[in-house]
């Protein structure tokens, strides 16, 4: 049972910013928002996550609403090394919190 | 910032021997370790809880007598592919918790042949 509803692939112009969404209405109050990205044949990278409010770091831009229900990662320079499956993942705080992935968005980053 | 290092990094083995596969926190302790597998063109699938300690916690559907798992410190989980067969050729990852968010190895490329 998906957790979180993500859009299966989108395209980003080089040089552009790259929003991308996330549908998480079930989400739970201590749950967080976590946002990784994998590189083909890679591991996954921690790009950031937040619980209520707006987070920035040399990354992304993680902006949640109000209610909670849905956030949106932004890439705000998309270069080619941006192009990968990006996963919007809700977890809970507490330290046996574990992430479960659900299918990504696959952003393919283009000249 | 926190590394968690994931030994080896690709290995081939005939069926029906058996794989261990070594998961570091390098500059953490790390209590709880996850172990997760992905098939080709497929998201990760979480496989087991690893804690420190004590007993693993498996997924549904995850053979616990066949992919064993040991943590027997703060900084090593290992998870061994006990007589591994080709369906079991997959993309192991490993994860470990530390402060707010969750470290990742670099993944093993297991071939069972």
């Known amino acids: 049972d998906a957790k979180t509803t993500q859009p299966p692939s989108m395209d980003c112009a080089e040089g552009r910013a790259a929003n991308l969404p996330c549908n998480h209405s079930?989400?739970?109050?201590?749950?967080?928002v976590y946002w990784y990205r994998q590189i083909h044949s890679q591991g996954p990278q921690y790009i950031i996550h937040?619980?209520?409010n707006n987070e920035t770091n040399e990354m992304a831009s993680l902006i949640i609403t109000e209610d909670r229900k849905s956030s949106t990662l932004i890439l705000p320079h998309a270069t080619l090394r941006d192009t990968a499956v990006y996963y919007c993942?809700?977890?809970?705080?507490?330290?046996?919190?574990?992430?479960?992935f659900g299918a990504g968005t696959q952003v393919v980053v283009t000249p | 910032g926190a590394v968690v290092s994931q030994h080896p990094s690709r290995v081939i083995c005939k069926s029906g021997t058996s794989v261990k596969i070594e998961c570091r926190s390098l500059d953490f302790q790390a209590t709880t370790m996850f172990w997760y597998r992905q098939f080709p063109k497929q998201s990760l699938m979480l496989m087991a809880t690893?804690?420190?300690?004590?007993?693993?916690?498996?997924e549904q559907g995850v053979e616990k007598d066949k992919f064993l798992i040991n943590h027997a410190s703060l900084t090593l989980s290992t998870l061994t592919v006990t007589s591994a067969h080709p369906e079991d050729s997959s993309f192991y990852i490993c994860?470990?918790?530390?402060?707010?968010?969750?470290?990742f190895g670099s993944g093993t490329r297991l071939t069972v042949v």
């Open positions: 993942i809700v977890s809970p705080s507490d330290s046996w919190g574990k992430l479960q």
């Open positions: 079930t989400i739970s109050g201590n749950e967080y």
């Open positions: 994860s470990a918790r530390e402060g707010g968010g969750y470290t």
């Open positions: 690893s804690n420190e300690g004590s007993k693993a916690t498996y």
């Open positions: 937040g619980l209520k």
